[in-house]
């Protein structure tokens, strides 16, 4: 099955400084990776994907790389904002279509203004 | 405008009861989940639908059912209500195929007292 190891279980920072969430993962087979993110009162949001090795995928500054050869895929932002307080889940999914995910509990952002 | 409704947002119930949480959804998918998210657990896959059939079932207790009686639509019967049912209860969906990439509602929390 899948597995996933963040092991910051909260990071807090100040407005513009730079965020390294770190994600490392096990699976089974070539996986898919995910970056999901939860706003307080609201069900998680895809933020960010990556379907093969060694590529980069990003959306609204956010960006993570997809390292098959140490098993990470860590999430990157040069400068945060306070609406980015959320928690953020490293989602691996080989399991085919309709597959469970595995969310584990995540990373808790708080960012100060 | 939402996508996925879920219905109701807020609700208590005594132990012993039984409840039903409302699932649907407006994004032409046609497969469709509940998770569930609670204090002591991260966010936990209970069931996946595809085209209104089962595919997967996390949940030990037959306590929880599914119904699906339109392919927008995956509601959850929830019978012999426990405190440690406790929890927001997230209904999801995407494509048939999409692996992984899913949409979710905005939760159903359940508070059994």
């Known amino acids: 099955g899948n597995s996933v190891t963040q092991m910051q279980g909260q990071v807090t920072l100040s407005e513009e400084e730079f965020l390294f969430i770190n994600c490392t993962y096990s699976?089974?087979?070539?996986?898919?990776l995910f970056w999901y993110v939860q706003y307080p009162g609201e069900g998680p949001q895809l933020l960010l994907k990556?379907?093969?090795?060694?590529n980069k995928g990003s959306s609204r500054g956010f960006e993570a790389t997809y390292d098959k050869g140490t098993t990470s895929f860590h999430l990157q932002k040069a400068s945060v904002q306070e609406s980015d307080s959320a928690v953020y889940y490293c989602?691996?999914?080989?399991?085919?279509?309709?597959?469970?995910?595995?969310f584990g509990k995540g990373t808790k952002l708080s960012v100060k203004s | 405008d939402p996508k996925i409704i879920q219905k109701p947002k807020y609700l208590v119930a005594v132990t012993g009861s039984e409840k039903i949480l409302i699932c649907e959804q407006y994004?032409?998918?046609?497969?469709m989940y509940w998770y569930r998210q609670s204090a002591k657990k991260p966010l936990e896959f209970m069931f996946s639908?595809?085209?209104?059939?089962?595919?997967d079932n996390q949940t030990a207790s037959s306590r929880f059912q599914p119904q699906s009686s339109k392919k927008n639509h995956l509601d959850l019967q929830i019978t012999a209500l426990k405190p440690d049912d406790s929890a927001t209860y997230f209904c999801?969906?995407?494509?048939?195929?999409?692996?992984?990439?899913?949409?979710f509602g905005e939760g159903s929390k359940l508070t059994v007292l």
């Open positions: 989602v691996p999914n080989s399991g085919g279509s309709n597959a469970k995910l595995t």
């Open positions: 699976t089974t087979g070539y996986p898919t």
């Open positions: 990556v379907t093969t090795a060694n």
């Open positions: 999801a969906s995407s494509q048939v195929g999409n692996t992984g990439q899913l949409y």
């Open positions: 639908y595809s085209y209104q059939k089962l595919m």
């Open positions: 994004l032409g998918h046609n497969a």
